[in-house]
């Protein structure tokens, strides 16, 4: 079993940046590709970037390329989520997903076996 705790949301303005944080317990963290998706208000949730177990492979949705950025640290069972140049539409819940697959398997969140309980993203104009 997999425990994950998303941390590091609030309110901030158009063009600034954040930080999300996603701990994990388990002693398999690099075993696990790990995903960030968000939640609009009224809308399904929809990938956002996602990372493999060795970090050394990221994929990204098109509309967050070049603005955010994805890395984990094994040694701290943590995954993060910088994210710069924000706008209202990214305003979002976000959450972390752990899946125990290959980066093939990345984007689609029916093949996450375990998800964080979210945290709140609003970014005002």
């Known amino acids: 079993q997999v425990q994950l705790v998303e941390s590091g949301g609030g309110l901030v303005q158009a063009g600034g940046s954040l930080r999300l944080s996603c701990a994990s317990s388990g002693r398999t963290f690099s075993f696990y590709t790990m995903g960030w998706f968000r939640q609009a208000p009224g809308k399904e949730r929809e990938f956002v970037a996602a990372?493999?177990?060795?970090?050394?492979?990221?994929n990204y949705a098109d509309s967050v390329k070049g603005r955010f950025t994805i890395s984990r640290d094994n040694a701290k069972n943590t995954v993060y989520l910088q994210m710069n140049s924000l706008k209202p539409e990214d305003t979002a819940v976000y959450y972390c997903?752990?899946?125990?697959?290959?980066?093939?398997?990345?984007?689609?969140?029916?093949?996450?076996?375990?998800w964080g309980q979210g945290t709140q993203v609003t970014v005002s104009s």
């Open positions: 990372i493999s177990g060795s970090g050394g492979s990221t």
């Open positions: 997903a752990a899946n125990y697959r290959s980066m093939a398997y990345a984007i689609a969140r029916v093949y996450y076996d375990y």
